[in-house]
């Protein structure tokens, strides 16, 4: 049988114990001590890492069969008596986040009536799922200042194991579905009572911040993303970089930062607008000047014909349709490159299928599209401009 000291010491980091058992997981080695503090993963909160007699502990879980912590291990420990030590960084931010979720959770319990019904312990956040529809920013508020308030008062956190039997004894919100006889419960003062194993500080001070960062809907529930402790602190830290740095860039206070960057915004939309009514400028001048040199067919009308290297494909049908419109003109349109692009179009006076033509050039080349009588375009082909000229002039018209 294995003790689990983590239960009535979560702050012990090094310790010796006796192996009694050894087995291999997943082809790894593993351990089970006669007394462990490692933490196994269960109930949200991730396992410990450290090591034992030197050889690093990279997961720790609880055996169903018979309830054994199980110690996997990235190589053999030879020795049966062990030293073994728990990284103590990964161990404190673990106990920051959860005894934070058991904060934040019965504040919103008590702020809004809203009962936890999940919690995962991420790497980067924490989140908890909220049994409610949805929650206004008076009760998050609200929520926040009470779990904050409750860290700042630094209230004794304990735990005690309690015969299931007495469990109507006791405020809990839940009762969990576990098996044995008795239930662990972690009190804090005046303000809490949750059956949980995990580990808890044994302060609400050291918690140090419950910040909440986002509020979400998730599936008809409310879920609540934060970080607590040094996380927090990271994290603060993290969006302060940005923040002067975005503060820094646009030569303004912190505070002017939403003002000045929505400015931004509205002058790009306006000089987008301006580009845009140029651009169509431009590209009526071009068209003029290729109506200009267009030849004039045998079936009537006029023909443009002209190749480019590269050009963007949005751009070159632009081209082609203001062309056929301006000049009466059936035009052929290329841009050269990988991929090439074609574009064709001719005046509704005239006549001809611009997609008839534009599979004849697309059956040379392998390449894809389609179109209208009116207008075609395609490319999904590699073309230089000598290549795409010679397509063209293949072209029955
Ligand atoms: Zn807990």
Redesign the pocket.
């Known amino acids: 049988m294995s003790i689990r000291h983590y239960y009535n010491d979560a702050y012990t980091t090094e310790f010796e114990a006796t192996i009694i058992e050894r087995l291999t997981n997943n082809d790894a080695p593993a351990v089970v001590l006669d007394g462990s503090y490692f933490y196994p993963a269960s109930?949200g909160?991730p396992h410990d890492t450290g090591t034992i007699d030197g050889v690093n502990v990279i997961e720790v879980f609880v055996r169903e069969s018979d309830q054994a912590v199980v110690h996997v291990l990235d190589g053999e420990v030879l020795a049966d008596k062990v030293a073994a030590q728990i990284d103590w960084s990964r161990r404190l931010d673990h106990m920051q986040q959860?005894?934070g979720?058991?904060i934040l959770s019965a504040a919103f319990a008590e702020i809004a009536d809203a009962l936890t019904i999940g919690f995962h312990l991420g790497t980067d956040a924490c989140t908890i799922d909220l049994a409610i529809g949805r929650l206004d920013g008076g009760q998050i508020a609200g929520a926040a200042a009470l779990a904050n308030k409750v860290v700042w008062d630094n209230r004794p956190i304990t735990s005690k194991f309690i015969p299931k039997s007495d469990i109507s004894n006791y405020p809990l919100r839940k009762v969990p579905d576990i098996p044995g006889d008795e239930l662990r419960l972690?009190i804090i003062e005046d303000f809490d009572y949750?059956a949980?194993?995990?580990?808890?500080v044994r302060g609400s001070a050291e918690v140090g911040l419950i910040k909440i960062n986002k509020v979400e809907r998730v599936r008809g529930q409310v879920r609540v993303e934060f970080r607590c402790g040094q996380r927090a602190l990271l994290d603060y830290a993290k969006k302060e970089t940005i923040i002067n740095q975005l503060a820094s860039d646009l030569t303004c206070a912190m505070e002017d930062l939403p003002h000045n960057i929505n400015g931004l915004r509205q002058e790009l939309k306006l000089a987008n607008k301006q580009l845009k009514k140029q651009g169509n400028l431009l590209l009526q001048m071009e068209a003029e000047r290729l109506v200009e040199g267009a030849q004039q067919m045998a079936t009537g009308g006029n023909l443009v014909v002209q190749v480019y290297d590269r050009r963007d494909a949005n751009e070159l049908r632009q081209l082609a349709n203001t062309v056929a419109r301006f000049g009466e003109c059936v035009v052929i349109l290329g841009a050269a490159g990988n991929p090439a692009t074609v574009a064709l179009a001719r005046a509704r006076s005239l006549e001809g299928d611009m997609n008839t033509l534009l599979q004849q050039i697309l059956a040379q080349v392998d390449g894809t599209g389609g179109g209208s009588a009116t207008f075609a375009s395609g490319g999904g082909f590699k073309a230089t401009v000598a290549e795409l000229e010679n397509l063209f002039s293949a072209v029955a018209l």
């Open positions: 109930g909160q959860h005894t979720q058991h972690v949750n949980c194993g995990g580990t808890h």
